[in-house]
């Protein structure tokens, strides 16, 4: 198994209103969703996965994490500013062609010059060849390229993103990519906002379990993973650095901390979305775990503070249910309630992670996988084409595990209900003890010998 790594971050950065959205939405076009039918998967997402030829890489729109404190707006500019350069790889600066420069543009500018990231610097809503001239006034600021284009109708993106794209590494075969000792580690990322205890979980975790090893920098700057040993199991916990070590810039600005988020899901086995009990579930919460979750990765949600939290006898069942409503695509992922400072019940931790992990590389055999599927559609058949013709599935294989996906081949897949799928999907898990493992089921047209398609 070669080892995961993370994708490059590309951040859109610059004041409010410059079209930062508008661009967004184009890249994202390029987008292939796994899931956008998913019910509860937060639909107001502010990054996409982009796929440019054998390229791939994440952008993240700052606009949806601009603070919304009574701090003056130059001075959210610049912890925005900061922390994109902290987190991303790549960073586009847009400034708006028909407004010209403003204060915070200057500010955002002065502190991307100092910084050794690949920087873009555009000029929006530029819609034509005549309208340049608006551009050239952010030469000024000693910007040595501007592309001058309109997001909204796509003027002048075209050498922008061959230029972004150029900054992209390809994605290397499996076969190809590089194996290390930490692979036989399950990999597992501790991700949720700044100050629901991450750092006091880690530090808990690594102290009681004992620090094995500190392996060489993963793939982002300055970060860390760190082998955990349990019960003479290793398990590798992902960029502990940016977790045991608090940083500055998060502290000023503890929405923008997501794009950590996305960087560990990306790397990691076992996602845990580590949550404040005492605090409702919020926007920033489900981006995390829609994240995670479109990328396939097991997740166990986790409620800190537990000892904070006034109890009755329904306390529990009412959190879980509020967590449960908030993440509806997540109705089987695992949840621990904890104190990550006093230590109560964090030990379960790793007998959780043992048990997704165990269910996440589980593989069915495929006589196996039939008979069940030909009990469940003589139980409930999957319905008719254009109210004529019978769907049918003919076949059910399992292509992979981490997670566990298989195909459906029948004859009309784009006919059948996604309250179907849900009830394959409910039947897989129920017969085969996939647990909070996330299930992917793909159905694909297999036409059945003397079949047509006349209807």
């Known amino acids: ?239 502990t650095a940016g977790i045991r070590r608090r940083s500055r810039v998060v502290d000023r600005v503890e929405k923008y901390s997501v794009i950590k988020a996305f960087r560990s899901a990306d790397r990691a086995d076992i996602v845990i979305l580590m949550m404040d009990a005492t605090e409702p579930l919020t926007e920033q919460d489900a981006r995390i775990a829609g994240y995670a979750y479109e990328k396939g990765r097991a997740i166990m949600l986790l409620l800190n503070k537990w000892d904070l939290v006034r109890k009755d006898t329904n306390t529990h069942l009412a959190y879980l249910e509020a967590a449960r409503n908030t993440l509806k695509f997540l109705d089987h992922a695992p949840v621990l309630t904890v104190s990550a400072l006093k230590g109560t019940r964090a030990a379960k931790i790793f007998g959780i992670i043992d048990d997704l992990i165990a269910r996440y590389r589980k593989r069915v055999p495929t006589a196996d996988l039939n008979k069940l599927l030909e009990q469940a559609t003589a139980l409930q058949p999957p319905g008719v084409h254009r109210k004529k013709r019978p769907i049918r599935i003919y076949y059910l294989t399992q292509v992979k595990t981490a997670p566990p996906t298989f195909i459906f081949f029948c004859n009309y897949p784009e006919s059948i209900h996604f309250s179907y799928k849900r009830f394959l999907e409910n039947r897989l898990r129920e017969a085969f003890d996939f647990g909070g493992a996330p299930l992917r089921l793909f159905f694909k047209k297999r036409e059945k010998r003397g079949e047509t398609d006349r209807v």
Do not use: C, W
Request: negative net charge.
């Open 1 to 239: 198994m070669g080892r995961r790594t993370s994708k490059k971050v590309v951040a859109l950065v610059g004041r409010p209103n410059v079209g930062k959205s508008t661009m967004f939405n184009m890249l994202a076009r390029s987008r292939k969703a796994l899931v956008d039918d998913t019910p509860g998967l937060t639909r107001d997402r502010n990054y996409a996965e982009v796929v440019i030829d054998d390229k791939s890489f994440v952008v993240v729109d700052t606009g949806g994490f601009e603070p919304t404190t009574d701090d003056v707006l130059l001075s959210q500019m610049r912890g925005q500013t900061m922390i994109a350069i902290e987190e991303a790889d790549l960073v586009v600066f847009l400034g708006d062609g028909k407004a010209g420069i403003t204060a915070s543009d200057e500010e955002i500018v002065r502190t991307l010059q100092r910084t050794e990231k690949k920087i873009f610097y555009v000029v929006n809503k530029i819609d034509s060849e005549k309208q340049e001239n608006l551009a050239y006034e952010f030469y000024r600021l000693g910007i040595e390229k501007l592309y001058p284009v309109s997001a909204m109708t796509g003027y002048g993106m075209g050498e922008l993103v061959d230029d972004l794209v150029a900054e992209i590494p390809s994605a290397p075969p499996p076969s190809e990519e590089a194996e290390s000792p930490s692979d036989l580690a399950v990999r597992v990322a501790v991700v949720g906002r700044p100050n629901v205890g991450k750092s006091t979980l880690i530090n808990l975790l690594l102290g009681e379990e004992r620090l094995v090893a500190n392996p060489e920098p993963g793939t982002t700057r300055d970060s860390i993973d760190t082998i955990v040993r349990s019960h003479g199991k290793e398990y590798l916990f992902i960029d």
